[in-house]
């Protein structure tokens, strides 16, 4: 078996709650969140709020353990809270989604990123 790595790209957002957990957005990570909040994708990030940042952060993280449900999610999301701004929760999840792909940053945001970056 290969290494973790290997199995998702090099794409894989971690996050630390409980443990060094991984996520992932693929298409049926997002159809899930969909389902669950009965919004498209556009609609929950838009709208936010904390049933959707649960909604989100189970989709991204089931993957790799079947066994997270809601309603442990939003446990994992206590503990979080107890360190860790919310806010910081939602900007790991952007992160993740850009990553696979789902936003793409604007052409003047990529061009902020590179003056800054000194290129």
């Known amino acids: 078996m290969g290494c973790l790595a290997e ?14 957990r991984h996520l992932r957005f693929t298409p049926n990570a997002i159809a899930d969140a969909e389902e669950v909040m009965g919004k498209n994708l556009i609609a929950i990030v838009t709208e936010g709020g904390v049933r959707a940042t649960r909604a989100l952060l189970w989709a991204g993280l089931k993957w790799e353990d079947r066994s997270l449900t809601l309603e442990k999610v939003g446990v994992l999301m206590e503990k979080w809270m107890e360190t860790t701004p919310y806010g910081e929760l939602e900007l790991k999840l952007v992160e993740a989604l850009r990553a696979d792909g789902w936003f793409k940053e604007s052409a003047r945001q990529q061009q902020e990123d590179k003056e800054a970056a000194g290129e």
């Open 7 to 20: 199995v998702v790209g090099e794409e894989m957002i971690p996050i630390t709650l409980d443990k060094v």
